[in-house]
């Protein structure tokens, strides 16, 4: 296959996305965009999905009340659309990433461990306080988590294989599964740090990433660089390449605890 190299676009959601009334001319759906824009940097910026108001919502995206109530029910809703469409980008921006980081295919063992972890960590700082607020917001058991535990398996569908063909023969009797519970090791450590901010991790640290990346490397027990010549992986059909952007599709159910 080879995959569009075109950078990444708009991906609307397709549950929630679908159900609104489609905007008649292009003025209505530059609203929507706004408004979801808007959605996603307050409760970045809050931390919470109760943090802001309507009215600073509609402002902030200089539209009005009426405007937003001919398109969404209710705040809950629209919090729910805003988490889609994050979640649609971030996957957008891995695709992207895998389908144009030859690291990704053709790297060794340590490059791949490298783009997963810069990956997470990357989507992780950009959207710290987004992350918080779902988190916080909902229980595990919360359908709101549903879209968030899909995101994160197709994210892994795509970037467990090609970790998986530079484990050498043998090492483990299921490579896929170990590879995934030690990325859910790395995301569980960034999801520490987003909840409870120790004051001896620092997300914005620049060793935090060597540090995951060295931890995800010894758990698997991969060769060092060089050890190994890496055979390129067939492209696959989720292609793209990466070190920012995504979400935790990927927290571990119970992290979430109540909205503060």
């Known amino acids: 296959m ?7 676009t708009d991906v609307a959601a397709p549950t929630l996305r679908a159900g609104l009334k489609q905007p008649r001319q292009e003025r209505s759906e530059a609203t929507l965009k706004a408004l979801l824009a808007a959605g996603r940097a307050l409760i970045n910026e809050a931390g919470s999905l109760t943090g802001f108001s309507l009215a600073d919502l509609v402002r902030a995206a200089s539209t009005s009340v009426g405007a937003f109530y001919a ?4 705040k809950e809703t629209f919090c729910a659309l805003v988490l889609e469409d994050t979640l649609a980008e971030l996957r957008a921006e891995l695709d992207y990433s895998l389908a144009t ?3 990704w295919n053709a ?3 340590h490059a791949i461990c490298a783009r997963i972890v810069g ?8 959207h710290r306080g987004l992350f918080a ?4 917001h909902s229980p595990a058991q919360n359908a709101l988590w549903q879209p968030i535990r899909e995101a994160n398996r197709q994210i892994l569908d795509a970037m467990v294989p090609r970790l998986a063909s530079r484990v050498p023969a043998g090492r483990f009797g299921r490579p896929d599964e170990e590879i995934r519970i030690a990325v859910q090791l790395v995301i569980s450590a960034l999801t520490t ?19 995951l990346t060295e931890m995800l490397h010894r758990y698997l027990a991969l ?3 060089g050890d190994v010549s890496p055979t390129p992986l067939a492209a696959s059909d989720s292609g793209s390449s990466c070190g920012s952007g995504g979400f935790p599709a990927c927290v571990a159910p119970g992290a979430a605890g109540p909205d503060r």
């Open 101 to 103: 980081d030859p690291a």
């Open 223 to 225: 060769p060092a660089a």
């Open 119 to 126: 990956f997470y960590i990357g989507l992780f700082r950009k």
């Open 107 to 109: 790297g060794p063992a």
């Open 133 to 136: 607020a779902y988190m916080r």
């Open 71 to 74: 398109r969404f029910p209710d």
């Open 2 to 8: 080879t995959p569009e190299t075109t950078a990444p």
């Open 193 to 211: 740090i987003v909840l409870h901010t120790p004051s001896a991790l620092d997300l914005y640290d620049p060793r935090q990433e060597q540090r």
